[in-house]
């Protein structure tokens, strides 16, 4: 049995900051949380998703909205629990079992306090393998599974439940919903079989986080390179070293949009880039040449201490390194280039993977 | 037994036009939908309140949304009762009779095409005694009676059930749901008991619409003058008789705001009167003084054939009537102007009674 303690958090906080690939949420509020359900309730046992029966109910829950105001909400797990309930009731039979739907900043950490406070077991699995910002960016979207019912509930005490007829309706009405509620919310979403959970997943990507927070860590204490460190645990490459010179960002429908321009550094000194994000950074570019883009993902790593950087709290004068790591092969599909790919969020750009981008330098 | 067939709703369409007040969305549209449903399915059972058990449950039904949007989207029986199947499955229990939310326009004749196809009887009566824009502006937020759970249906498929924590959280979050759906939606919501229903509503309104629109009728089949006569039927007082010079309408989270300015006639030659809405006429003005204000019904009629006239539907050159009626007693508590008052929307014109203000002039 695979036991997750309140003192595991840290390492999976930071490998969940790494996927979260600049957005997520605020892994530390997130821990913190976890923690704190943690110590009152105990640990979470965390199983591979071949345990869960092929009828079981397996429930995603996470929280939803611009990571602006996530940081201003902070974590409730009794609101997420309320959400848990109200899906349970609609749907009409208990989730065996809690999932996380992105590994993914404060996404990874919340469903261990709900699990803890539940005694439920978390499913070493997320639905994307990264963080995206729409409720449709899933694997499970792609296995044809609905998204519905979902329900959210915010900190006042309102709840609301949403069966959309596809999975872009269900975003949409989520995010009027939880633009209304105040910029976020907390929610249970995404409720599967264990068969349909089965298609819709990243397997082992918690696990996966804490083996990448595990090796930060180590790399830290023993004063060896993090960024080099995370490059090798992660198959990813180092695209960018820089000095975040502008960053512009405006809270827009419910999401977390701007630019981040960066002074190159080093290597890449009298060069500059641009990075992009909609909560998650999306575009990474330089000199006119496209370093990355989503389905891959974009990380920004604080050069003195290793720390993972959300788009969130990107700002003047910090040195950072922009690594880009190599999505999951689901999302290279056609089908999943036109649900994740740059051409969703507006941009012009032909996918390309970023290690076949990294080879043209 | 009270019988209505589809011959009747001419004259009721007529008579909610009067009470809905500017808005409530065309009642030419929804007479058409009740009439076709109740040539399949039948006529409906028109039951008093007081015919409902204490314990039984009644579910007034609605379209809501701007009245530009409701033009557009027409109606459909189907979306109107899959949100009732959707709140009656929230609740767990079937609902013993439909009610009209407001007795005004579409919406006291929608719920008779859903009671014809469910051969469910309709409680006569309503929860305004008149339309009003938001959901929170019932005689049931006044007697402490919620209007959740609400089941919002579009005619894709969408379902959003929302349990809000009070009446204005729950027209919030319908509103922010309804313009992603398109600026309009169905909906099933207020459901009550017996005991509730009968501290919540305008006792016998859809009979006073019936027996207004019958009068009307009656008047232009005799060639009497339909305005005149409204005023007797309704207690209502001519306010103003003018040409529309001038409208100005923007369509404004989910509601249709504006104005129209109308240049006097007859005895009003040489003044000018306002008229501003919000889906309904909230407010009448000439020269400075105020004539009429929400919660009393300001009401404008085609001079030429007596139609009530939408504020959708005002245009440059229509000559009308602009008629003040007593709103029903429980609107002109301290508390129901709070809630219904000019303050409400925004104007800083304290409430005078129309048949008072109609004694300064």
Same mark, same amino acid.
């Given at each position: 049995?695979?036991?997750?303690?309140?003192?595991?958090?840290?390492? !999976?906080?930071?490998?969940?900051?790494?996927?979260? +690939?600049?957005?997520?949420?605020?892994?530390?509020?997130?821990?913190?949380?976890?923690?704190?359900?943690?110590?009152?309730?105990?640990?979470?046992?965390?199983?591979?998703?071949?345990?869960?029966?092929?009828?079981?109910?397996?429930?995603?829950?996470?929280?939803?909205?611009?990571?602006?105001?996530?940081?201003?909400?902070?974590?409730?797990?009794?609101?997420?629990?309320?959400?848990?309930?109200?899906?349970?009731?609609? !749907? =009409?039979?208990?989730?065996?079992?809690?999932?996380?739907?992105?590994? =993914?900043?404060?996404?990874?950490?919340? #469903?261990?306090?709900?699990?803890?406070?539940?005694?439920?077991?978390?499913?070493?699995?997320?639905?994307?393998?990264?963080?995206?910002?729409?409720?449709?960016? +899933?694997?499970?979207?792609?296995?044809?599974?609905?998204?519905?019912?979902?329900?959210?509930?915010?900190?006042?005490?309102?709840?609301?439940?949403?069966?959309?007829?596809?999975?872009?309706?269900?975003?949409?009405?989520?995010?009027?919903?939880?633009?209304?509620?105040?910029?976020?919310?907390?929610?249970?979403?995404?409720?599967?079989?264990?068969?349909?959970?089965?298609?819709?997943?990243?397997?082992?990507?918690?696990?996966?986080?804490?083996?990448?927070? *595990?090796?930060?860590?180590?790399?830290?204490?023993?004063?060896?390179?993090?960024?080099?460190?995370?490059?090798?645990?992660? =198959?990813?490459?180092?695209?960018?070293?820089?000095?975040?010179?502008?960053?512009?960002?405006? *809270?827009?429908?419910?999401?977390?949009?701007?630019?981040?321009?960066?002074?190159?550094?080093?290597?890449?000194?009298?060069?500059?880039?641009? *990075?992009?994000?909609?909560?998650?950074?999306?575009?990474?570019?330089?000199?006119?040449?496209?370093?990355?883009?989503?389905?891959?993902?974009?990380?920004?790593?604080?050069?003195? +201490?290793?720390?993972?950087?959300?788009?969130?709290?990107?700002?003047?004068?910090?040195?950072?390194?922009?690594?880009?790591? #190599?999505?999951?092969?689901?999302?290279?599909? #056609?089908?999943?280039?036109? *649900?994740?790919?740059?051409?969703?969020?507006?941009?012009?750009?032909?996918?390309?993977?970023?290690?076949?981008?990294?080879?043209?330098?």
């Amino acid at each position: 049995m695979n036991l997750v303690h309140a003192s595991d958090l840290e390492a !999976i906080a930071i490998g969940s900051a790494v996927y979260g +690939t600049g957005g997520g949420g605020d892994p530390y509020v997130g821990k913190l949380l976890a923690q704190q359900a943690m110590q009152n309730h105990g640990p979470v046992e965390l199983i591979d998703p071949a345990q869960i029966g092929d009828d079981d109910l397996v429930v995603p829950v996470a929280m939803a909205g611009a990571p602006t105001v996530l940081l201003e909400k902070l974590g409730d797990t009794e609101s997420v629990v309320r959400a848990l309930r109200a899906l349970e009731a609609r !749907i =009409g039979r208990p989730a065996k079992a809690l999932m996380s739907a992105e590994v =993914g900043g404060l996404n990874s950490t919340i #469903p261990f306090s709900a699990a803890s406070v539940l005694r439920l077991p978390l499913v070493d699995a997320d639905t994307m393998g990264r963080a995206f910002p729409e409720i449709q960016m +899933t694997l499970a979207t792609l296995a044809g599974v609905s998204a519905c019912p979902i329900a959210m509930t915010d900190e006042k005490g309102n709840v609301v439940l949403v069966d959309a007829v596809d999975n872009r309706w269900a975003e949409r009405l989520v995010r009027s919903a939880l633009t209304e509620m105040g910029g976020a919310c907390f929610m249970a979403l995404l409720p599967m079989s264990g068969a349909q959970m089965r298609r819709s997943i990243v397997r082992g990507s918690i696990t996966q986080a804490w083996r990448t927070g *595990l090796a930060w860590q180590q790399a830290r204490s023993r004063q060896e390179d993090p960024v080099a460190t995370l490059c090798r645990v992660t =198959g990813g490459v180092l695209l960018f070293a820089g000095k975040i010179v502008d960053v512009e960002r405006r *809270l827009d429908g419910g999401f977390c949009r701007g630019t981040a321009r960066l002074a190159g550094l080093d290597a890449h000194s009298g060069s500059q880039a641009l *990075l992009s994000f909609q909560n998650e950074f999306l575009l990474a570019e330089s000199g006119g040449r496209l370093l990355a883009s989503t389905p891959d993902l974009i990380v920004t790593l604080d050069l003195e +201490t290793g720390e993972p950087i959300t788009a969130e709290q990107a700002r003047y004068g910090l040195r950072v390194a922009v690594l880009g790591i #190599p999505c999951v092969a689901e999302w290279r599909t #056609p089908a999943a280039l036109d *649900l994740v790919g740059p051409g969703h969020f507006g941009y012009t750009h032909a996918y390309r993977p970023v290690e076949q981008l990294a080879l043209d330098h």
